[in-house]
């Protein structure tokens, strides 16, 4: 399936019915995601900050750099959102932590701060992890960023035989000023 031109369409839904949203900006050669809120409303600051850059890049257009074909999807979790600030609200209507409900090094059991969380029965088995992948394999985007909130650094994924892109962590400390 061929993905839409349009400057915003709807990825998909989430476990409750919530519209997941994409917004894309440049036309460059190098495909940029930039992931909000995945936590929901637990971290929905990582939302608030994705909804700026869209509205920065609605009004700059031209700031996008020109290699630069960029998406965003401010928010990845819309029914955590809808659930408060809580602990709860990190998980998607399922109680599944969708940040460890990705193939690459899923388990069975699932740890948050000595707590245990719920991984979900299989990997990719929320519709909200399920969706990012199916659209992460359809765009092939050179780089995905995931926005959190809490851990104060840059923290790179790898999976399997592939090694983090060091470059990334190393720009992204240097615009930052977070830690790598």
Same mark, same amino acid.
């Given at each position: 399936?061929? &993905?839409?031109?349009? %400057? ?6 989430? +476990?409750? !019915? $919530?519209? =997941? #949203? /994409? ?46 074909? &960029?998406?965003?999807? %401010? ?6 959102? +809808?659930? !408060? $600030?809580? =602990? #709860? /609200? ?50 092939? %985007? ?39």
């Amino acid at each position: 399936t061929p &993905l839409p031109d349009s %400057p915003s369409f709807v990825l998909g839904t989430s +476990a409750e !019915g $919530r519209a =997941i #949203e /994409a917004y894309q900006f440049g036309n460059g050669p190098r495909k940029l995601v930039l992931v909000g809120a995945i936590h929901g409303g637990y971290e929905i600051n990582s939302a608030v900050l994705a909804e700026l850059l869209i509205a920065h890049f609605r009004t700059f257009p031209e700031q996008v750099l020109p290699n630069i074909h &960029l998406w965003i999807i %401010p928010l990845a979790n819309p029914d955590g959102a +809808a659930r !408060g $600030r809580d =602990i #709860e /609200a990190r998980f998607n209507a399922d109680g599944v932590d969708l940040n460890r409900n990705w193939g690459c090094e899923w388990s069975e059991t699932a740890i948050l701060r000595d707590e245990p969380v719920d991984p979900g029965p299989r990997p990719f088995s929320e519709p909200e992890t399920l969706l990012l992948r199916s659209f992460f394999i359809e765009l092939a %985007p050179d780089v995905v960023i995931f926005y959190h909130s809490a851990a104060g650094g840059v923290f790179l994924g790898a999976c399997g035989d592939s090694p983090p892109p060091v470059w990334l962590g190393e720009t992204l400390e240097e615009s930052s000023g977070y830690p790598y």
